[in-house]
């Protein structure tokens, strides 16, 4: 049974943003999936990268060491979108799935679940999930994440 | 006093490590460490299998998390229960603390001076301090052959303007370990100092972080020991000093017997270094054998001292030890 199924768009102003979605689970099921996809990835225009890679010298960087960091600037690319998601039951945190992969799909269940998910109770109620935006480099990233359960027999 | 060789900073494939704690446990064993702190990105969820590992490798495995968010990356201990990292704004990560606290953790900042957002997102810490105590510690080395990276220089530099304005607080090293993969470079290891109380051993060594009772190497393990009016006191603890013109005596022990032919360092005159909030207080030479060195301070003026040892690594000049403080009251 579907979920939550849900599109957006980010621009970097959404970096180190938060969005949550919440949802209910109404009936008991054997295994609740996600499935969540970002793109683009990466941010393949050079100068516009070089341009972040600078002012994060500068912020970040001492004064002194920045010269050749600047020179060597290269070696911080390709600049990378991340999105990471995060999971909330009815009664509290399931984890979180912290990674670069643009493209996961994921499975909660009693006994099991995909590697940073903890396994429990599908427990009826309001779930949320949280899209934390750690970074958004691209003029436009789009995102698409759906949820939904399985029942005992086609688990 | 038993010394635990231990990693403090790990990964797995419950966040962005490519390696499971069943990898990364035996990887530290063959590398000598006796314990590691399991220190996922946001999640808990690898500790599902922590006592079976802990019994088939032998290590000891401290429960932890790393705060991965958008203004700091803090690095979490010896907590049992989750604590929700995604509320924290960047004038409020005082309450943050005070929960992990809460739950009977540790809270340290990890690799505070990374460069941060978009190259490495939230890895610069820029939260807001308002009062230093609340801190455990810093992880001043961060990755390998720490100790020559200029972002590493300058968290030493932090911590130690931290203990000239009078905050006790402890520095760790953590490689912020991702996969298994063989680095010919120079490994740190925080060595704790284990107390004979109650608990596991994992419990003592968070209590000996919590303590300051530990001691960072690339190689050799350096302890000291502070003694005045007849009492001795560790790394960690607050020497009490009843007259300002009394000397403090202090028994600097550097053990070469560590992790053997896991770490090697160039035949060399070491220097060995008591530094305090006036600078260099202290040196001498040191070889290649264990032995133990005497100094004599003054009490007057000094409100901690640390134990460092400096030589040629891979052609550098560098630190290669240093010890917690002992602080002066």
Redesign the interface.
Known sequence: MMLLNVAGQLDPSDSKRHITYGFQLDQPAAVMRIRFAYWPKLLEDDGQAMEFIMESIDSYVAPEHQGPIREGWRRYLPLKNLITLSMDDPNGYRGACHRHDAEQSLFLSEQEASEGLMPGKLALGEWNVMLSAHAVVTERCSYDLSIWTEEADTA | MRWLASELHTH?????GRQSLRELAAGAAKLGFDCIALT???????L?ECEQVQQETGIVIIPGMEW?T??GHMVTMGLQN?V?W?KAGRSDIHEGISMVHGQGGLAGMAHP???????C??C?WEYEIRDWNDLDYIEVWSGTFASVK??NQ?AFALWTERLNAGIRIAATSGRDWHEQKHTDEPLSVTYLGLDDEPGTIAQQAVRALAQGRASVTIGPVVTMEAESGGTLYGIGESVSVQNGADLIHLHVKIDFSVRQTLWELPEQDFSLKITGNSGTLAQCAAGSTDQIYEFSIPADGHIWARAELWGIVKGMRTMIAFTNAIYIS
């Open positions: 797995t494939l419950h966040s962005d996922d990105h946001n999640t808990m969820s690898g599902g991965t958008f203004y989750f929700d995604r001076f990374r460069i941060g957002s978009p190259v997102t939230g610069y200029p972002e300058r």
